[in-house]
């Protein structure tokens, strides 16, 4: 059917950007790979997504027959939480610290 054919094609685009890659280069500064997957995480419609059940977004894919389709977007969301999840580690104050010995027993 049409719709089948309409959300295998969308989310094919959706995985693509996730997983998609670009070298940005500036006459004044060195290059510098940017991920278009880091980027759809700015975007308010897929922080909705992230946030939400994906059944209240996309009804059609609790149906049997697109199945294999709710398998492929839950991959591609948790393939952007992981990346949001590394970039978290990344920030200074977020990452942890060393500990503390514990105090000696004298």
Known sequence: PLG????RHS???FNELCSGVTVVQAPSRPSEI??????????????????????DHFPALSELQFVKLRTELYATLARL????AKSL???????RRPRKPPPSAV
């Open 34 to 55: 940017v991920s278009s997957g880091a980027e759809l995480l700015h975007s308010a419609t897929v922080r909705i997504i992230l946030r939400e059940p994906v059944a």
């Open 89 to 95: 580690t990344q920030r200074p104050l977020l990452q």
């Open 4 to 7: 089948g054919a309409l959300l």
């Open 81 to 84: 939480l992981f990346l949001n």
């Open 11 to 13: 989310l094919s685009v």
